[in-house]
């Protein structure tokens, strides 16, 4: 059974740091792509950041220079890094999983983590 675990949220002042940390259980991160996806109160869910197995790395233009995510293949691990918060990056961040399961892909998400950010 895929699992995804998130961590790391919190209340933060305008200008500080959070690292989020999604652990992924069931299948292997590797040839697969893992992600952040957040959603405030009144609003759709948005991409915040997404990595492949192999690296490469996809930004929202809202987060481009202030979030930082990377992954660790062989702890099946995915991080945000985010620095400089802003009051607007409030929100439930989730993490999310795109999976080959034999020849289907499968998308999977986690439960969520609370960010509050403070001005």
């Known amino acids: 059974q895929v699992q995804l675990v998130e961590s790391g949220g919190g209340l933060v002042q305008a200008g500080g740091s959070l690292r989020l940390s999604c652990v992924l259980s069931?299948?292997?991160?590797?040839?697969?792509?893992m992600g952040w996806y957040r959603q405030s109160p009144g609003k759709q869910r948005e991409l915040v950041a997404t990595?492949?197995?192999?690296?490469?790395?996809n930004y929202a233009d809202s987060v481009k220079g202030r979030f930082t995510i990377s992954g660790d293949n062989a702890k099946n691990t995915v991080y945000l890094q985010m620095n400089s918060l802003k009051p607007g990056d409030t929100a439930v961040y989730y993490c999310?999983?795109?999976?080959?399961?034999?020849?289907?892909?499968?998308?999977?998400w986690g439960q969520g983590t609370q960010v509050t950010v403070s001005s």
């Open positions: 069931g299948r292997d991160f590797s040839g697969n792509t």
């Open positions: 999310n999983a795109n999976l080959w399961v034999g020849t289907t892909l499968r998308n999977y």
């Open positions: 990595i492949t197995s192999g690296g490469s790395t």
